[in-house]
């Protein structure tokens, strides 16, 4: 019995108010025992709890420094746990840097090596990053949601309803987990359609959807949107807001070149439990509204810090 198994039929069931007076406790116990199990083949992040429903608990950790990774993309190790028969069993997502899925790999119930999984959700991570990359013209995504409007309206009348109530059967449902490409395509055409491009406003389709989910947690459905439509209405935005972060980021890797400054070990170790403490608490932080930027996204800043600790302990002398 593993260390990860071990945590499982401790804790695998421990959930709200339980969860929320133990979880200083239990957080870090799951990240030792998923460190313990790994050893040096990853490192691993701070432990949290991720679970989006009643019926199943999910412990998680952020592996990072997997050889083999693409640097584009973030691998999770989830613990799931069946709060109705309690059994357990270990899944390995594989995330782009938009927190798109890519991948997912789920292990067998009471099997708890995430090393088969690691190698798997990496090998096939990879052709579903470019199939997810890929962006088609603004016809493709006009006629899907053709279709989808005809099958709505087929299916209000079916219902004995007008056809004018055609949008209570389209998905628009946003939920944190795994999404259909379709559905997110479907959405890109209601945008064209209900907020159409104009010599004025050619960005409009973007510009609606980007103030329609202001506020709100985004999801991977809604990144996924977001990614989508940027790319066929706003191409060249990222080329043209550079916040402070990146600056000074751009400005000490320049320089990092000619330094022959050695950076101590007890530094180099306190920057990596910082990187893995915001990615471990990305989500929180960024909805937090905390940290703000005149020309940046919380996000933003959070990814560029995260990218400043990666390329230090990474160039500099070890010490």
């Keep these: 019995m593993n260390a990860i198994q071990q945590f499982a039929q401790k804790y695998g069931k421990v959930v709200g108010n339980d969860l929320a007076r133990k979880y200083d406790d239990i957080a870090p116990e799951f990240t030792k025992a998923v460190s313990a199990v790994v050893g040096d083949k990853c490192s691993v992040g701070n432990g949290f709890n991720d679970s989006r429903s009643d019926d199943f608990n999910e412990w998680s950790v952020i592996l990072d420094d997997i050889e ?24 390995c997502h594989c995330y782009d840097d938009d927190a798109n899925l890519l991948n997912k790999v789920e292990g067998e119930v009471g099997e708890f090596d995430p090393l088969p999984l690691i190698d798997k959700v990496l090998k096939k991570g990879e052709s579903k ?52 490409q379709k559905e997110a395509d479907e959405i890109v055409g209601y ?59 751009e400005s000490l890797l320049a320089k990092k070149n000619e330094s022959d400054v050695s950076l101590p070990k007890d530094v180099e170790d306190a ?49």
Aim: proline fraction near 4%; glycine fraction near 6%; hydrophobic fraction near 30%.
């Design 129 to 180: 990053k470019s199939e997810a990359a890929e962006v088609k013209d603004k016809k493709y995504y006009q006629d899907m949601f053709d279709a989808a409007y005809k099958e709505c309206c087929q299916l209000a009348i079916e219902d004995g309803k007008s056809e004018e109530d055609w949008a209570d059967y389209f998905s628009d449902i946003k939920t944190d987990g795994p999404f259909k």
């Design 191 to 249: 945008y064209m359609e209900f907020h159409p491009e104009s010599d004025s406003e050619p960005d409009r389709p973007y510009r609606d959807w980007l103030e329609n989910i202001e506020g709100i947690k985004h999801t991977p459905l809604d990144n996924e949107i977001t990614r989508i439509l940027k790319a066929l209405y706003a191409p060249n935005e990222s080329k043209k807001h550079v916040c402070s972060m990146q600056k000074k980021k």
């Design 68 to 91: 083999g990774k693409n640097p584009g993309t973030e691998i999770v190790l989830v613990l799931n746990t069946d709060l109705g028969d309690g059994k357990s069993w270990l899944e």
């Design 271 to 319: 920057m990596r439990k910082v990187r893995a403490y915001l990615r471990g608490n990305y989500a929180s932080i960024e909805g937090s509204g905390l940290v703000s930027d005149a020309d940046c996204s919380v996000g933003y800043q959070l990814d560029n810090a995260l990218n400043v600790l990666d390329d230090i302990v990474a160039n500099f002398p070890k010490g």
